[in-house]
């Protein structure tokens, strides 16, 4: 859902504003230093950890963690709630904004 809600945004962002396409692999790779993908979620300081669950990848990542090698996290499950709110909050915005500029991609491209 958070790809779908992604992609549906990035590519309308993309049609509307031609420079939105170099920004892109910015973003992703921004996306893979913040998300626990090379590091466990545990060296993230105890005051930064309720702002570091807001990203949407490390309740999935997290949770892929404790369903494979059964780590446990002292913020798992606030880290996966504010996972699947953001990640519904992301696939909305991405499907109205597709929605309301999908009329114009024929005029732009």
Not at 12 to 39: A, E, H, M, T, W
Not at 83 to 94: A, E, N, P
């Amino acid at each position: 859902m958070l790809t779908l809600g992604a992609g549906f945004l990035i590519s309308s962002l993309n049609v509307k504003y031609r420079d939105f396409q170099y920004i892109v692999p910015f973003i992703v790779q921004l996306g893979l230093y913040i998300s626990p993908v090379g590091f466990s979620s545990d060296i993230v300081p105890q005051k930064w950890k309720i702002i570091y669950s807001l990203n949407p990848m490390v309740g999935i990542i997290d949770g892929f963690r404790w369903a494979f090698f059964g780590t446990q996290s002292n913020y798992l499950m606030l880290s996966i709630i504010f996972s699947i709110v953001i990640i519904i909050l992301i696939l909305f915005i991405g499907i109205w904004y597709f929605r309301k500029t999908e009329r114009t991609f024929v005029d732009r491209i």
